[in-house]
């Protein structure tokens, strides 16, 4: 069964330093979902992707938070600079045309 | 806008006890409705969906029937097992609008006992 690929699945780093994330959704899948996930919550949309295309960025804290998808495919979350608050799981997702989404197992996220 | 109440948590039960775990939502229209299962450390797992009015999604003894007249999307098994430990997320996607975007409750932590 085919799954959301995500590396790394833990990172640890220290305030002001830039960090990023790899997705790579499921083959065949248009739609690209970037989630942040604050331990004892549900996840909360940052990014959303059509093809390589920005569907919604309105929950993404453009100041030190970026994203791409530059041939459709996989994708890059950056931060820029890490601050204490951005410690969290963040979530890849994918669909094939904005159905049901399927998660990667995910990258905790650690700001020291 | 929509949104997702569920169940507010921790639920404790014994194993082969009988679960449920309410889930009621806000939307216009017609949503298709979800149950994620997410374990410790790990990503969100898709447990079961249902798309119309009366429709009941079921997987792994999991079943949950989509009540138009109520807004609600229960999530109910007969018997617990030990491995079923996990939080809980009921979530929809709403019928308007082009995003097709998920809104999650807040989740619900189950712990099993043998």
């Known amino acids: 069964e085919a799954e959301v690929a995500q590396s790394p699945r833990y990172k640890i780093t220290e305030k002001s330093q830039a960090v990023a994330f790899w997705c790579d959704p499921i083959s065949g899948h248009a739609t690209l979902y970037w989630y942040r996930q604050i331990l004892g919550q549900g996840p909360e949309l940052l990014v959303q992707?059509?093809?390589?295309?920005?569907?919604?960025d309105s929950q993404l804290p453009k100041d030190r938070f970026s994203a791409e998808r530059l041939k459709g495919v996989d994708s890059t979350l950056k931060i820029q600079p890490a601050e204490l608050g951005d410690s969290a799981m963040y979530l890849c997702a994918s669909s094939r045309y904005g159905e049901t989404q399927y998660f990667g197992p995910g990258t905790r996220l650690l700001v020291l | 806008g929509d949104s997702v109440t569920q169940m507010e948590g921790p639920v404790t039960l014994s194993e082969e006890a009988f679960l449920t775990i309410n889930c009621t939502y806000t939307?216009?229209?017609?949503?298709?409705l979800f149950w994620y299962v997410q374990y410790p450390g790990e990503g969100l797992q898709l447990l079961l969906k249902a798309t119309k009015a009366d429709d009941k999604g079921s997987n792994k003894g999991f079943e949950a029937t989509y009540r138009k007249e109520t807004t609600s999307f229960h999530l109910e098994k007969g018997s617990v097992q030990v491995s079923d430990s996990a939080v809980y997320f009921c979530a929809l996607i709403g019928s308007s609008g082009s995003a097709r975007q998920l809104t999650f409750g807040s989740g619900t932590q189950l712990t099993v006992l043998p």
């Open positions: 992707f059509q093809d390589e295309s920005v569907v919604d």
């Open positions: 939307a216009t229209g017609y949503p298709s």
